[in-house]
């Protein structure tokens, strides 16, 4: 009940902050309704939600409270519902209507009709397949074989606060160090189940609202761009169904080894031929393990849609060729403000992101880049960029010890060969003619047309040239935004070949060939869909007892300075309790920048020394106040043994099979 009313508020309050602050202009041919609404979803959950976590981390680390979500909550909503009141009397009082939407709702007219049934479909098809890798049955959260794995450290950061209180917030597989990932998604989750939420619901109400609403946001950029409905509707199909050429070389293997009936029949792994394609690097299932990345990518697109007037303005200009570039830069109008109010307000979302989705903030950083080179009003994204910037530096220095990032030059990505002929194949490879093919597209683009598309492709020169982490692996996130956005030229493309003119077999010809150029562009996201629905299926599922025993011990009597050796989870009981594990599963920290390495050579010590003293001393010394041995256990490949921890610390609970025992330090 309570997180259903924090949702209502925080759309109501974004609906102020969106419609009100950012969305005031004229969205030209576009149903504004479809952009405000995922602002107001956006914009309002950072605005409740980080005053939530500060208030929270105040009252816990500064005064000491047990429950620090109760007076965080009940601050913010109450503040909120106040404010929300007095602007709703005051309105009626001058009899103006009480949503900042209700003009833009009132605009019904044949494509708004058609858009409604459009978004209508695309939420069935978001809701069925976010609950259909994540959902709680008979006592059980089950979790698909595709999205699993990232749940892990996600599921165990949101029952940290819900059932724990992570203030100072740590990393649960690296507990008692600093936070390096980006966890309020993670945090909001866990209010609302505090609030009352059960945990699938809340997980996947927020990443259905997430995703759908930034692909409002992309169908809206794109009719804005190609004034088409369908134009609109192929981006997003195209979104969803990756391009690539995986699936015709698939089919071509098994086809000459005679078993392509029953591999097609019998396959549950995703298909690929270049590094960590077989991940799902590439296809929709991304949006189904990282959800917190669609929310991110709404107020990206939704920094983007802002500042499209600007490109819109300075595309408009009459001058021509080298004229109207050396206006773009040699002119006081290329430089100084259009609207620095809304440069800053920008700035602010988009700063406040920065532990949301990192990748996302740089990414609409990237795009906006691409923007400002071609761009009036340079100032403006300077100032969007210096508070977003700066925003994200406070947030690096309040929770993460030492540098956030460490940023390299490396060019080729994941291109086994990395000479530019290389680089072009790898992107074949990953894309077919998506990425390369725009530069054909280019050609019969606009001159606004082609600077949208330039920051839009931003983000994928940014993943072949740097590396922030360890895990090169980590920039796909940036040729995904990069697709993501770079669809709705596809897809006008397409429409404008569609429609354009001829005698009838001329349009017979281009359609069809239409129709098969759309098949081809989406054959291998197809069979990646069949692969994400067959790989997380009844007999692909993982599953938790919601009502464990161990889970709920855990969570009663550990605190949240206190710290478990475990052997490396991933997801399970253990996991599922929030508490801070001493090394959880390794390749989760390891991404984010934790020496596991150390760890995991004192966690071997502890579990296989024979020597009383060095058990202690190095129990002591890493803060270790709890050990849990597991019958038959194995760390890093190594026998354990319980004989020597039980001598030196006393028992404290017993799992109901006696498989578990956990010792106090």
């Known amino acids: ?349 988009m700063g406040m992101i920065a532990f949301w989705n990192g990748a996302a903030l740089i990414g609409g950083l990237l795009i906006l880049l691409g923007f400002a080179i071609f761009s009036d009003g340079k100032l403006d994204y300077a100032l969007t960029a210096l508070i977003a910037v700066i925003l994200s530096g406070i947030q690096s220095s309040s929770f993460i010890s030492g540098s956030a990032m460490s940023p390299a030059f490396y060019w080729g990505f994941l291109a086994d060969n990395r000479s530019l002929p290389g680089v072009a194949w790898y992107l074949i490879q990953i894309s077919g003619v998506f990425f390369l093919g725009l530069i054909v597209v280019a050609v019969f683009l606009k001159r606004t047309e082609r600077i949208f598309l330039m920051g839009f492709v931003f983000p994928l020169f940014f993943a072949f040239l740097v590396s922030l982490t360890p895990d090169i692996n980590v920039n796909h996130k940036y040729v995904m935004i990069s697709y993501a956005f770079a669809t709705v030229f596809w897809g006008g493309m397409l429409r404008r070949l569609w429609k354009s003119g001829g005698n009838g077999i001329k349009i017979l010809a281009v359609r069809t060939a239409c129709v098969f150029f759309s098949i081809f562009m989406t054959a291998t996201g197809l069979y990646d869909f069949v692969i994400i629905v067959r790989d997380n299926d009844t007999d692909h599922r993982m599953w938790v007892d919601m009502n464990s025993s161990l889970t709920d011990w855990l969570s009663a009597n550990l605190k949240n300075d206190d710290l478990i050796l475990t052997p490396e989870y991933t997801m399970n009981d253990v996991t599922m309790s929030g508490v801070m594990m001493y090394c959880g599963w390794p390749y989760y920290a390891w991404s984010a920048g934790y020496d596991t390495y150390y760890r995991a050579g004192q966690a071997q010590v502890i579990y296989s020394t024979t020597d009383k003293e060095l058990l202690e001393s190095t129990v002591a010394r890493e803060k270790i106040t709890y050990i849990l041995y597991e019958d038959g256990m194995e760390f890093e490949q190594q026998q354990c043994r319980e004989d020597i921890i039980k001598e030196v610390y006393p028992l404290v609970y017993t799992s109901e099979d006696g498989r578990i025992r956990i010792y106090e330090t």
């Open 1 to 349: 009940m309570f997180g259903i009313i924090y949702l209502i508020l925080c759309i109501l309050t974004g609906l102020e902050a969106a419609g009100g602050l950012l969305l005031h202009r004229t969205t030209g041919n576009v149903n504004a309704l479809w952009v405000k609404l995922p602002a107001a979803f956006g914009t309002g959950i950072l605005l409740m939600t980080w005053p939530v976590y500060i208030i929270s981390w105040i009252v816990s680390v500064c005064a000491g409270a047990e429950t620090p979500l109760f007076y965080g909550n009940l601050a913010v909503m109450a503040a909120a519902a106040f404010i929300l009141a007095v602007l709703y009397i005051r309105r009626k009082q001058k009899g103006k209507p009480l949503f900042r939407v209700m003009d833009d709702a009132a605009r019904i007219n044949r494509t708004t009709k058609k858009e409604i049934i459009f978004f209508l479909i695309l939420a069935v098809f978001i809701t069925g397949m976010m609950f259909y890798v994540f959902h709680v049955k008979d006592g059980r959260l089950y979790s698909g074989f595709t999205v699993f794995g990232d749940y892990a450290p996600h599921t165990a950061m949101m029952r940290s606060f819900s059932r724990g209180n992570n203030f100072p917030t740590q990393y649960p597989h690296y507990g008692g160090a600093d936070v390096k990932y980006h966890f309020m998604f993670q945090f909001l989750v866990g209010n609302l189940e505090y609030l009352g939420i059960r945990l699938d619901l809340g997980y996947n109400l927020v990443s259905i609202l997430s995703l759908l609403g930034f692909l409002m946001i992309l169908y809206s950029i794109c009719y804005r761009i190609f004034h088409s409905f369908w134009a609109g509707c192929v981006s997003i199909i195209l979104f969803v169904f990756r391009s690539g050429t995986a699936v015709w070389r698939f089919l071509w293997e098994h086809m000459q080894a005679g078993d392509l009936l029953s591999t097609l029949e019998e396959n549950t792994s995703f298909i690929g031929y270049t590094a960590n394609e077989n991940w799902g690097l590439w296809n929709f299932n991304v949006y189904l393990n990282q959800r917190h990345l669609a929310f991110g990518l709404l107020v990206a697109a939704l920094a983007v849609w802002i500042y499209m007037d600007w490109v819109e303005a300075s595309g408009a200009q009459e001058e021509k060729g080298l004229e109207w570039l050396k206006d773009r830069f040699f002119t006081k109008e290329a430089w100084m403000f259009r609207d620095w109010k809304c440069g800053a307000l920008t700035g602010i979302f």
